[in-house]
């Protein structure tokens, strides 16, 4: 699929109800645990959740688990949950979160939302199998090692869908030292300069 120009053009009431919802909320725990910067807050409609739907309309929609590394405030993982839950998608998401008071304020809003969500208190390296047909990260780690990440719980048809910033090209090209993989840039929508690098076809070089 390719990126909309609006990532939330289109979606039901419903669907920007429960993101609004989530935006309160995050500006509401933000002050107490620092989930985004606070340079960001009040652009966090655009910044945030906007730049986190936009990969959800880039992902499989058959996808069974959807696996999303380093959480954080949810993006992308948990805005993409609640997209999926409105246009009835079926995918299980599984959030993975090391710090306790970020992985509270993930329940409560999987909680007020009512999200197909499972949220992991632990650190990406040691999760166990979680056989993904999808794996994300936003602002996490440069693309190698995410891919290092990702080798345990991919399969050969897994999707990858990882925000990048400015410096994507030079993070690829590191990358392509330790990995094999096919790769498509999509263009933000929300960043200038950056790009959803779409990966599939890893291999261990």
């Not at 299980?92 to 999987?110: P, Q, Y």
């Not at 166990?128 to 050969?156: V, W």
């Not at 048809?157 to 392509?176: I, V, Y």
Request: hydrophobic share 40%; proline share 3%; glycine share 2%.
């Amino acid at each position: 699929m390719t990126l909309r120009q609006d990532p939330l053009d289109h979606v039901s009431r419903e669907t920007l109800e429960a993101l609004k919802q989530y935006e309160h909320l995050l500006k509401k725990w933000n002050p107490k645990i620092n989930l985004v910067a606070p340079a960001s807050l009040s652009e966090a409609w655009d910044r945030h959740i906007k730049d986190s739907a936009q990969i959800f309309w880039l992902a499989n929609r058959e996808a069974k688990v959807w696996l999303d590394f380093g959480s954080g405030a949810g993006f992308p993982g948990l805005v993409c949950a609640t997209l999926a839950k409105y246009e009835k998608s079926k995918t299980r998401f599984a959030l993975v979160e090391s710090d306790s008071r970020k992985c509270a304020f993930l329940r409560t809003i999987n909680r007020e939302l009512n999200l197909n969500v499972e949220i992991h208190n632990q650190r990406a390296e040691v999760l166990t199998c979680q056989d993904a047909d999808i794996i994300s990260a936003r602002a996490l780690a440069p693309l190698d090692k995410l891919l290092f990440f990702a080798q345990k719980h991919m399969k050969s048809t897994t999707q990858m869908l990882f925000p990048k910033g400015q410096n994507w090209a030079s993070e690829k090209n590191a990358a392509k030292v330790n990995w094999r993989f096919s790769c498509v840039e999509h263009p933000s929508i929300t960043l200038k300069e950056a790009v959803v690098l779409e990966i599939g076809d890893v291999v261990h070089a």
